[in-house]
Every structure is written in C-alpha cells, then in structure tokens.
C-alpha cells in the first residue's frame, strides 16, 4: 500500500467536524497522519477550540498532529502542513469539504496506479445544490468548482514533486489561483497531473448578500498569475475568463460620464452614462435570470452588479501595481 498523509488547512469553522468525522469513517486504508494546521492569527492554536473536531477522530487522534501558520493564508498553511509530513503522497483537503464514504479506498487505488511521471492525482467534486428551486448566484458559483481543474479542495501530491517545485507561492494569501499556479508549475516541470476516482462533496457555505462583491479581490491573484505565468495563463489552466474586460469597459464609462459632465460636455456624458447603464443592466440580468428570482435575490444582484465593475477593475489595477516586479517563485525554505 502506497502511505499517505493528510493536510488540512483550517480557520477552525463549524465545518471542521464534518470534515474530520467523514475522513474517519471512510473505508479503507487510513492515512498515515493527518496534518490539521491552524491558520488563525495567533502566536499558538487554542486547542480547547479543536477539542470537539478531533474528537470524531476516534482512532485517528494519534495520528494528528496540530500546528500553527500564523495565518499567512493557505497557501502558507499547507506548506506548513508539507514540511511537517513524512509520507510519500500529500492529500490535501479544504476544511469545508466531506470525503465520500470509500474515500480512502479510492485514493489507495489512485496512488497506487499513479504512474511514475505522474505528480499529482485530482478528486472529483461534487457541489450538492438545492433540488426545490433555481441555485442562487452564490450556489452557482460555489457549483463552479465541481467542474475547475486541479482544485486543491481534494487534491494528492507526490511530496518529491512538491519539493521540486517548491511548493506553494505564499504570495496568494486568498484561498484563490494557489492551485492553478502550483499546477502550471508542476506541468512545467515535466510532471502530470491525473484525474482520480475518489469523490469529495463541497456543500455550499452560508454568505451575506456582499460575498460576490469581496470575491473581487480575487482579480489582484489574476494579475499575479499574469506576471508570473504571461498573459496565456487563462488558456493553459483552463480558467474561465470571467468578466473582467466587461468590467473594465463599465468602469471606464462611468468614469468618461463623470468627466465629461465635469466639463459641461453633456451630450457625451449622456451617451456615456447611456451605455454604462445599458451594460451594468445586462450584466444584472445575467446574474438574475438562471436564478430563483426572489425579492431577496433580485435585490442583491441590482446592488452587486452597479458595485462589481468598479471593485474589479480597483483590484485588478492595484494586483498589477503591486506585483509589477514579482519574480519566479522559489523554492520553500526547509
């Protein structure tokens, strides 16, 4: 049996239990330790808040080991988790996922019949949505992830293949494109990447009606990985490529009516707010249509679809700023 351990990067939500009790009940060979690292800001993990999660360990307690990352991000976390570990394969879990019930089973056999050029073996996730009504915007989003290529949410990597490439860029602090550049850099480094058998669910977390907005940070990690990996980087990670130059386009019309009315130019400026309308109205009404259309919903899509345009292109603008000189990632420091 090919030996494997366990890294788990947590901020210690309520889902943490979920996520240990279906690793300990499923079948098969368990792993040979469980990393679980503590992300939250702090000098040490306050264990008398991990004391219900590894509790539904049962056996598997002795095997976990718990330690602290200072709450650098996930990326950090999982290399963290990477340098304290001593199996050969790394399998990576989000603190928010639930194995299957053969989880264990299915990743023996996926590493078993990882061939030797292979460095990393994917999970299928599955994203359950509600059955009773159309998913929100958000469920939607979170559904996204089911079909995203080489998503750490589930993913086993080879730990000599990590090294090589030296893990994790710790420069994504967000729980965003950390996997999609570790991949590329395993691609590059001659290695494949396979897509395994086990299946792992990801239900959809509870947000506010503003998550949409703050997922715009994520265009600053877009800009980073355009620095790191060139302008191509949506094709060779098979990224979707969003909305992005839709929003820079919104934003700069907004911007061209304020200026133009500025200058008493009110016949440009009209056309300009026209067309800013126009396009914020057929942005909104992508978002509302697929969706169960609620007064709730509605709302929130209104909201969210003047605001989404702007936030992006702010981030976008300030990722490209900040990493204008970022170099190649390094190795981690052993």
């Not at 942005?283 to 989404?308: C, D, K, N, Q």
Request: hydrophobic letters at 45%; a positive charge; charged letters at 25%.
């Amino acid at each position: 049996m090919t030996a494997y351990a366990v890294v788990i990067p947590t901020l210690v939500r309520d889902t943490l239990a979920d996520c240990l009790a279906a690793l300990a009940a499923a079948a098969g060979p368990k792993p040979q330790e469980i990393v679980l690292v503590d992300d939250r800001p702090g000098s040490a993990p306050d264990l008398g808040a991990l004391e219900h999660p590894l509790s539904v360990l049962g056996d598997l307690r002795e095997r976990t080991l718990v330690i602290h990352s200072g709450g650098r991000g996930p990326a950090a976390a999982r290399n963290t988790g990477l340098r304290a570990a001593t199996a050969p394969w790394i399998a990576f879990l989000d603190d928010d996922v639930q194995v299957g019930p053969h989880w264990c089973e299915q990743l023996a056999q996926d590493l078993a019949e990882a061939a030797p050029d292979t460095g990393a073996v994917q999970g299928v996730i599955a994203v359950p949505l509600p059955g009773e009504r159309r998913p929100t915007d958000w469920e939607r989003g979170t559904a996204g992830l089911a079909r995203a290529r080489w998503i750490t949410a589930d993913m086993a990597l080879r730990a000599e293949t990590l090294k090589r490439v030296g893990g994790f860029d710790e420069r994504f602090r967000r729980a965003f494109r950390e996997d999609a550049d570790l991949a590329l850099r395993v691609l590059d480094d001659r290695w494949r990447i396979e897509q395994g058998r086990r299946t792992t669910k990801h239900p959809v977390r509870p947000a506010d009606r503003w998550v949409s907005l703050r997922a715009q940070r994520g265009n600053a990690d877009d800009a980073l990985m355009r620095r790191l990996h060139g302008p191509d980087w949506w094709h060779r990670a098979a990224a979707p490529r969003g909305r992005l130059y839709h929003h820079l386009a919104i934003t700069a019309a907004a911007a061209a009516a304020c200026a133009l009315a500025a200058t008493g130019r009110r016949r440009a400026a009209a056309t300009a707010a026209l067309g800013w309308a126009a396009a914020t109205g057929e942005f909104a009404w992508a978002r509302i249509a697929p969706g169960p259309r609620s007064r709730h919903e509605v709302e929130t899509m209104l909201a969210t679809s003047v605001l989404i345009p702007p936030a992006a292109t702010w981030y976008w603008l300030s990722g490209l700023w900040r990493h204008r000189d970022a170099a190649p990632h390094r190795a981690v420091a052993p």
